[in-house]
């Protein structure tokens, strides 16, 4: 079983820096893909960015050029360091976990294709 934690959200004015973390226990599979994702005030959960366990990253237009996702090989932590930070960026950030690489290499981000998921935190850019 594994449990997924976020933290680092916050209030911040447009253009600032925010780093997000996502800490992982229990059980990590060596093959995975993982994953951030936005959900604003009344819209559905969107994808943002995710990471495999090759190292590839793949990024949603939006961010595209202002965040990065990483991944930590050793204590298998998550982080998104989001640069220039805009108003339409506000929301709560949740990271998610699905084991194997399929999801990546598909480009399948639905949030029902993962499986693992933390309960967010909340980022409001003004």
């Known amino acids: 079983h594994v449990q997924l934690v976020e933290s680092g959200g916050g209030s911040m004015q447009a253009g600032e820096n925010l780093r997000l973390s996502c800490e992982f226990s229990?059980?990590?599979?060596?093959?995975?893909?993982m994953a951030w994702f936005r959900q604003g005030p009344g819209s559905e959960r969107e994808w943002v960015a995710a990471?495999?366990?090759?190292?590839?990253?793949r990024y949603a237009s939006s961010v595209k050029g202002r965040f990065t996702i990483s991944h930590d090989n050793v204590n298998n932590n998550l982080y998104l360091q989001m640069d220039n930070l805009k108003p339409e960026d506000t929301g709560m950030f949740y990271c998610?976990?699905?084991?194997?690489?399929?999801?990546?290499?598909?480009?399948?981000?639905?949030?029902?294709?993962?499986?693992?998921w933390g309960r967010g935190t909340q980022v409001t850019v003004s």
């Open positions: 998610a976990a699905d084991w194997g690489i399929a999801n990546c290499l598909a480009g399948s981000w639905s949030p029902a294709d993962f499986d693992y």
């Open positions: 990471i495999d366990s090759t190292g590839a990253k």
């Open positions: 229990g059980y990590v599979h060596a093959a995975f893909c």
